[in-house]
């Protein structure tokens, strides 16, 4: 009667909700990140190529609480070039949409650093950068995906929403699962759509595999629901 009861009074009590919340908003945050990063990456496909010369380039490093180098933080490649769009300068320090700092300091450049370092060469170099005709204030040099951090971002952030939402939202764990589930066919129809964005792109840029393990989940969606509308 008691275990009835406190069923009744609801299965998630607040301090599950103050526990899981903040993970479920990172989750859906890094998700947000990652569909950001990709719509950015889209949107250049129709910048136009300008010559641009490197001004300065340095290294970004993680800073302490004094602001100083922290040692050993991770660092990221930077650099500050000027461009000429319509007759008007402009100067940008946007090397990529990629910011991370992935490697330690005083470690070898990683393969997106020294994609960089290759096209922005020394200070006084020129190269060509890929200018916003719309906006020509943007730009940037290398707009290409940066597969580590989206894969990185997307991983993290379904783990998180999955978890954290059958905390918050799943079922009674004491009811026996139910052989078929609408709810779980719409949400693989969700997570399959949003997948199904990375999938030509992770094609174009040769990583078949990936291709195929991201299109999974729509094709599991379309199974679900061809299996749920024989059912009835």
């Given at each position: 009667m008691a275990t009835t009861k406190r069923r009744t009074q609801g299965r998630h009590p607040l301090m599950i909700w103050l526990f899981f919340l903040p993970f479920l908003l990172f989750g859906i945050a890094l998700l947000g990140l990652a569909a950001m990063k990709v719509t950015q990456h889209l949107?250049?496909?129709?910048?136009?190529?300008?010559?641009?010369t490197l001004l300065e380039r340095g290294v970004a490093t993680e800073k302490n609480a004094s602001g100083s180098d922290?040692?050993?933080?991770?660092?990221r490649i930077s650099g500050a070039y000027a461009y000429q769009w319509q007759g008007k300068r402009y100067e940008s320090n946007r090397l990529s949409f990629?910011?991370?700092?992935?490697?330690?300091?005083?470690i070898d450049l990683d393969d997106w650093d020294a994609r960089l370092a290759t096209l922005i060469g020394a200070p006084?170099?020129?190269?060509?950068?890929?200018?916003?005709?719309?906006?020509?204030?943007?730009?940037?040099?290398?707009?290409?995906?940066?597969?580590l951090e989206i894969g990185a971002m997307v991983g993290v952030g379904l783990l998180l929403v999955w978890l954290s939402a059958a905390f918050l939202f799943g079922a009674d764990p004491h009811q026996t699962a139910p052989a078929f589930s609408w709810r779980a066919v719409g949400i693989m129809w969700v997570v399959g759509l949003l997948l199904a964005v990375l999938c030509p792109l992770l094609w174009r840029d040769g990583h078949p595999v990936w291709a195929g393990i991201t299109?999974?989940?729509?094709?599991?969606?379309?199974?679900?629901?061809?299996?749920?509308l024989l059912r009835t």
């Open positions: 949107d250049a496909q129709s910048w136009q190529p300008v010559r641009a922290r040692i050993g933080g991770a660092a990629f910011s991370a700092k992935t490697r330690s300091t005083g006084g170099n020129t190269f060509y950068a890929w200018v916003n005709p719309r906006a020509p204030s943007e730009a940037v040099v290398l707009r290409d995906l940066r597969w299109g999974i989940p729509l094709m599991l969606a379309v199974y679900g629901t061809a299996y749920g």
